[in-house]
Each structure stands twice: as C-alpha cells, then as structure tokens.
C-alpha cells in the first residue's frame, strides 16, 4: 500500500538549549537574534492580557 503524504525527518533537540545556543552565538557574532526582546515583550504582554480576561471572564483589549 502506498502512502499520500511523506513525512520529514525532524531531529529531536532540547528546545532550551538550541536557544541558549543560538543566543550564545548571536552574542559572539555580534549578529541579531531571531527572536528579539521586543519579540518577548510582546509574547509577555499577549500572556499578562490572556490572564486578564480569563479572571475578568471577558475580552480585554491589548493595545500598542
């Protein structure tokens, strides 16, 4: 029986450490990372207003 889909081949990699690796370096290249801290503010304050609604029991608006 043949197959529809093929699958890629990922390697399984602790999450933590491809991202202590690649801040690393990003700090000894002197390059940008593919995540900034801009990036993490965001992701921090999407989660802070999630949080927020969820006790409220209603939406919450996420400005700037």
């Known amino acids: 029986m043949s ?3 093929t699958y890629p ?3 399984r990699k602790e ?3 491809v991202e202590l690796t690649h801040f690393l ?3 000894i290249q002197d390059k940008e990372p593919l995540v900034t801290g801009l990036d993490g503010y965001k ?3 999407i ?3 999630s949080l ?3 006790k409220l029991g209603k939406p ?3 400005s700037g």
């Open 47 to 49: 989660a802070d207003k």
């Open 52 to 54: 927020e609604s969820s």
């Open 9 to 11: 081949i990922i390697p």
């Open 60 to 62: 919450v608006r996420i």
């Open 15 to 17: 999450p933590l450490k």
């Open 43 to 45: 992701a921090l304050k």
């Open 25 to 27: 370096e990003c700090i």
């Open 3 to 5: 197959t529809l889909f």
